[in-house]
């Protein structure tokens, strides 16, 4: 077997996760320029080792995303690209944590593998959820905007704020 | 075996940037970035319902051999099992490797995800050291699949849980001993006259002598009464001190041996050969909790020392931050005070030390000034290879000398030097 580091792994599948979300967000100049700086980022980072790095580029690639909508990208492109970048953000930082918390001798692709792959699945079951509405075209309302604008911060805060309640 | 449960916090921010995606969109007027909050909030509805893992797991270690002779290469085999019926997809697991052993192939750690029923091995070599080692107990880390939240156990394993053997304190080295004050009948030959076996003078008889001494051939040569002495022999209680304090548990490279776990070699193999010569031994640890072993003899007190080296092994290099213990309070005492309460009068005192400070000086220099008659042996933990460690050598140089012209003897036996062969050619260089 070739000897790879643990983290070596997960941290290609963010820097590709990283490309990808790029490629989708890069709508416009400060788009591109934005997801560039952002995919560095989360390269170095999660081949360093460096948690912090991981998550800057994350926020990099997210306002890539933000910019990039207002320049009048789809919702699907964008949805897709956010599901890129947390999928980046995720696997990157578990990249960092193996090789803090791993001997440079130990096996963990399995992990690494299993954890990219349950990751990529969990968020593209979440941007499903995300992208189902824009399918459905039902004639919007000032109600009903309104209504669904104060439901979703209340959810919002509700999955926040509760987190670290008993299990 | 249910462990504890938390949340990693991995996706601390998801909900500030699904805030902000979304007031973004509403006030640009730009709906699709609507969706894109909807991700954030979806996700975060996952972390929230995510069961943890459960902890169904096997642990089985074996070790290729069981009693290995110190300086063997002893390959550890940890197999873990999911005797669940759930998937585990995310698992790491870090065995509990004993602090003294040195790992020398391979890792003691894996990550991997195991379906029912499924194995995963690990397999690593570690470097046997004298004294018996236990594993701790593997640290498991579990995880869902996003690595949301996990479950941290720690899993003994059924079998092999030891290492090693207690040391051998039977065919151990010898030093000259210095006292004279000896007590006791034993082996040591010592300046004097009296009984024993060694033929020392013969003496005018004096009224009381007893009739076993009187030299009765010259009585039938010559007529005169004369009386045979002998050098007396005599058993002496020596005490070992062994300095395992953390400070001096300090190794010429990285994964060196410690000059504490040379220390406690030099003292091992003293106390085999000082027990063999039928003195009574005792051993003081000054290490973060000082133990002592009043001189003693027979067997029950050999397996007590043997027991004390072990202990002390795995006790500086488990926790050598000391943790406010006895020490912590005056550390440059090292225990002076300590063990002058608990010397007896007459006894002789080794001091095994790397002699990395001047406390354990401090040390020497009192006990000698007691009028007890003290040596030392000392394992240098000290390099050249940077100015640094250059001066921290002659530091100790300059305290070797110190030492040296209090008038006390000192072995200094060289990074690379054989501990029993250091003794066994040690002339005490004064």
């Known amino acids: 077997m070739v000897p790879v580091k643990p983290g070596r792994l997960a941290a290609g599948y963010a820097t590709g996760a990283a490309v990808v979300a790029f490629v989708l967000a890069g709508v416009g100049a400060l788009a591109t320029v934005l997801g560039a700086l952002g995919l560095i980022g989360i390269a170095v980072g999660a081949f360093r080792g460096r948690a912090g790095l991981v998550t800057v580029g994350s926020l990099g690639q997210f306002g890539a995303i933000v910019t990039g909508g207002v320049a009048g990208a789809g919702a699907p492109q964008l949805v897709a690209a956010g599901g890129a970048v947390v999928v980046a953000w995720t696997v990157g930082r578990t990249a960092t944590e193996l090789r803090a918390a791993l001997d440079t001798a130990a096996e963990s692709r399995r992990l690494e593998a299993t954890h990219a792959a349950g990751t990529s699945a969990v968020t593209l079951a979440a941007a499903g959820i995300a992208i189902a509405p824009t399918v459905v075209s039902v004639e919007a309302t000032p109600v009903g905007v309104a209504l669904l604008l104060v439901g979703g911060i209340c959810l919002t805060a509700a999955l926040t704020l509760t987190a670290d309640g008993p299990m | 075996m249910s462990g504890t449960v938390k949340r990693t916090e991995r996706w601390r921010g998801l909900s500030a940037a699904a805030l902000l995606a979304g007031a973004l969109g509403l006030l640009t007027w730009t709906p699709a970035l609507l969706p894109v909050a909807a991700l954030a909030v979806a996700l975060l509805a996952y972390g929230r319902v995510v069961a943890p893992p459960a902890a169904t797991l096997a642990l089985t270690r074996s070790v290729s051999d069981p009693d290995p002779e110190p300086g063997d290469t002893v390959t550890v085999q940890l197999t873990i099992e999911n005797v669940g019926d759930r998937t585990l997809p995310e698992l790491r697991l870090v065995d509990g490797v004993p602090p003294a052993l040195r790992v020398v192939d391979g890792a003691p750690s894996l990550g991997t995800s195991l379906r029912p029923g499924g194995t995963a091995t690990l397999s690593y070599a570690v470097e046997a050291a004298s004294g018996v080692h236990e594993f701790q107990p593997a640290t498991v880390l579990l995880r869902d699949a996003a690595g949301v939240v996990e479950r941290r156990i720690e899993i003994e394993a059924d ?127 000054l290490g973060p909790e000082r133990t002592w072993l009043a001189p003693g003899r027979g067997r029950a007190h050999e397996q007590r020392a043997r027991e004390l080296f072990s202990r002390s092994v795995e006790q500086v290099t488990s926790d050598g931050d000391g943790e406010g213990r006895d020490t912590a309070a005056d550390p440059t005492d090292a225990g002076r005070g300590w063990l002058r309460e608990r010397l007896p009068g007459t006894a002789e005192v080794i001091v095994s030390t790397p002699l990395v400070d001047d406390a354990v000086v401090g040390l020497i220099e009192g006990v000698a000034a007691l009028g007890t008659p003290v040596s030392v042996v000392s394992p240098d933990p000290t390099v050249e290879n940077t100015a640094g460690r250059t001066l921290a050598r002659y530091e100790r140089r300059d305290r070797l000398a110190d030492v040296r012209a209090s008038g006390v003897p000192v072995v200094d036996v060289g990074a690379g030097e054989d501990i029993e062969r250091a003794l066994a050619t040690a002339g005490w260089s004064r």
């Not at chain 2, 030891?162 to 006292?179: F, K, N, T």
């Not at chain 2, 548990?249 to 050969?273: H, I, K, Q």
């Open chain 2, 159 to 285: 079998e092999a849980t030891e290492i090693g053997e207690p040391p051998r304190l039977d065919d151990g080295q010898r030093l000259p001993l210095r006292a004279a004050n000896a007590r006791y009948a034993g082996r040591q030959t010592v300046d004097g006259s009296g009984d024993g076996l060694t033929f020392r003078t013969i003496r005018e008889y004096q009224r009381g002598d007893p009739l076993s001494r009187v030299d009765w051939r010259r009585r039938a040569r010559t007529g005169q009464l004369a009386t045979v002495e002998f050098h007396p022999e005599r058993s002496l209680p020596v005490v070992l001190v062994v300095d395992t304090r953390p400070v001096a548990a300090v190794a010429p490279t990285p994964d060196g041996e410690t000059a504490v776990e040379r220390s406690l070699s030099v003292a091992e193999a003293l106390f085999g050969g000082l027990a063999a010569d039928d003195h009574r031994v005792g051993v003081a640890t």
